[in-house]
């Protein structure tokens, strides 16, 4: 039988939303840190790099930014429908059944029907390929006009596991509740390079982070975190943290980070899943990835009641961040190379009819509030940050 979890009102903001805005923000300061985002390639997938550390390129701006553009669509955003960016500046996001591919400017170059609960999507390289799961699979779709390239073989049905690209372009993604549900590596023209079978019908709803030696980490929804080699052969498996749909992120010394709805943040080593150490928090953690600061020093993520941490990489909290209002945080944060963090707030039962939903830029040094910006609940989408410095949020 299946296993299903059911947190919070996760999975009812999908269609909270009749109209969805792309908003874009203007920053400055191009700078390159060592690891995350390139400028080359500024955020190509979920949280920014294949070892999810939501590190940016450039620091964004410093204080309450104008809108540059904004594009709007008709269509209900789902789970982690977070914006990605292409080496040139294109924007490539998600809807509930629809796909967008924008121009550098915001206008609409081409877009394609899903067929359900897509995710995030992922960009090759060099820019001419992006990877789109829906229900349905993987698709390839051609970057320029939206054509499909390809498809994933059958049954490789995704639900809220957004691919993660590996150095050599190889493409890592999670399948949803099937019988049973798996770990796929694709090679880059839809060849399977290897197949991990988890032997349960759960479901894996989180997107998978690289280690440094290709290691592959995930949450499964039952099992727990999960680690494979870079052949896909099972190396551990740690239950407990991880429940409900986080995703792992990977410090620079290869330590684990991962949110939990146990009112726990973790540690974990990534030798054999054993806690490094663990933080209790106000608040359950779902759906996303922590970030991690340029440095690795401090690891960064919200809660579901408007709390967000920050987490010395030796086991305690730094400060916390009250937003004042109760909605959830349950989209990545993204890191400037000038330490300052970003993130959006999503809406729940609990918000208040006054509360609104912002983007927010804090201080990652001490909490400090340099600004926020009205822009509607970003419910569980993730902050983009490209290479001049231009936050993107979807609300």
């Known amino acids: 039988m299946a296993c299903t979890r059911t947190v919070g009102s996760a999975r009812s903001k999908a269609g909270a939303a009749l109209l969805a805005s792309l908003l874009v923000h203007l920053g400055s300061g191009l700078t390159t840190p060592v690891g995350g985002a390139t400028a080359a390639n500024p955020w190509p997938m979920y949280a920014g790099d294949p070892q999810h550390t939501g590190r940016g390129a450039a620091k964004g701006p410093s204080m309450p930014p104008e809108t540059q553009w904004s594009f709007s669509y008709d269509e209900s955003l789902n789970t982690n429908t977070s914006p990605v960016l292409g080496p040139d500046g294109s924007v490539y996001l998600t809807a509930w059944t629809r796909f967008f591919a924008l121009n550098p400017d915001g206008s609409l170059r081409c877009h394609r029907s899903l067929f359900a609960s897509a995710a995030a999507p992922a960009v090759s390289a060099d820019g001419s390929v992006v990877y789109v799961p829906d229900s349905n699979g993987l698709h390839a779709l051609s970057t320029t006009t939206c054509a499909v390239l390809w498809d994933s073989a059958a049954d490789t049905r995704i639900s809220y596991s957004s691919p993660t690209i590996g150095p050599d372009g190889t493409i890592y993604f999670g399948t949803?509740?099937?019988?049973?549900?798996?770990?796929?590596?694709?090679?880059?023209?839809?060849?399977?390079?290897w197949i991990w079978n988890s032997g349960s019908e759960c479901g894996?709803?989180?997107?998978?982070?690289?280690?440094?030696?290709g290691q592959v980490y995930?949450?499964?929804?039952?099992?727990?975190?999960?680690?494979?080699?870079?052949?896909g052969n099972h190396l551990w498996t740690r239950s407990g943290p991880g429940d409900a749909w986080n995703t792992v992120s990977v410090g620079p010394d290869g330590t684990l980070y991962i949110g939990d709805s146990d009112y726990n943040f973790y540690a974990l080593n990534p030798l054999n899943g054993a806690d490094k150490w663990k933080v209790g928090v106000q608040n359950w953690m779902y759906e996303a990835s922590a970030s991690i600061s340029p440095d690795g020093s401090t690891i960064y993520r919200g809660d579901n009641g408007g709390i967000f941490y920050a987490f010395r990489s030796t086991g305690s909290i730094k400060w916390t961040f009250d937003t004042g209002i109760p909605g959830t945080i349950s989209g990545a944060p993204a890191v400037g190379t000038d330490g300052v963090v970003y993130f959006s707030q999503g809406w729940t039962t609990a918000v208040g009819p006054n509360d609104r939903g912002y983007l927010y830029a804090v201080r990652g040094s001490d909490g400090h509030l340099l600004w926020k910006r009205e822009i509607g609940w970003g419910n569980d989408s993730s902050v983009a940050i490209g290479p001049n410095g231009t936050i993107y949020a979807a609300a």
């Not at 949803?176 to 390079?193: E, F, Q």
């Not at 894996?204 to 030696?213: D, Q, V, Y």
């Open 176 to 193: 949803a509740a099937t019988a049973p549900d798996r770990m796929i590596a694709l090679n880059p023209n839809g060849s399977v390079k």
């Open 218 to 231: 995930f949450n499964q929804n039952c099992l727990g975190v999960v680690a494979l080699d870079a052949n």
């Open 204 to 213: 894996i709803e989180s997107s998978p982070a690289l280690g440094p030696n």
